[in-house]
């Protein structure tokens, strides 16, 4: 989800939830603490140099039950970081705390921002040799030097 699609949807809510991959929703009393700009500059495996860039939330819970943040201040808070970072209209990932510091992707149901698991991927799949998909292969086609009947031990 990008981020003027973020502000679109704050636009028309009267409070903010975002939802875990397991359904459960992160508590009501979170606060975000961070809206950045993320930028990876890297190689992959196939020698390509790559520059990645993301807005980053972060979502952190306090001891603070009475505290709500709500959508025209999270706005607010985007804004902000858009004019005093030079942020333009980017993917948004989001990071958690779970067992460590999770990071999700963001998607929006209409209700709720959801926090979708991210995966990692090999970016020269070209350059690997790996075969984009694993060939098929019937056994009854495969010829074979060797052959195991019943009795001769080989089984």
């Known amino acids: 989800m990008k981020l003027e699609e973020v502000k679109s949807a704050l636009s028309k809510l009267e409070r903010i939830a975002f939802e875990l991959p397991n359904g ?88 709720n921002f959801l926090l979708t698991s991210k995966e990692t991927d090999c970016l020269a799949k070209d350059n690997c040799g790996i075969p984009t998909e694993k060939p098929k292969v019937k056994l009854s086609e495969i010829q074979s030097t060797q052959s195991c009947t019943p009795g001769s031990g080989c089984c």
């Open 24 to 111: 459960n929703l992160v508590p009501n009393h979170f606060h975000v603490t961070e809206v950045g700009k993320i930028t990876k500059h890297f190689i992959d495996c196939g020698g390509t140099v790559r520059n990645e860039e993301v807005v980053n939330f972060q979502l952190w819970n306090a001891d603070d039950y009475d505290h709500r943040l709500h959508p025209e201040k999270l706005v607010h808070i985007i804004e902000l970081s858009q004019k005093t970072l030079g942020i333009g209209d980017l993917e948004v990932e989001v990071e958690y705390q779970g067992q460590t510091i999770e990071k999700f992707a963001l998607d929006f149901d209409g209700n």
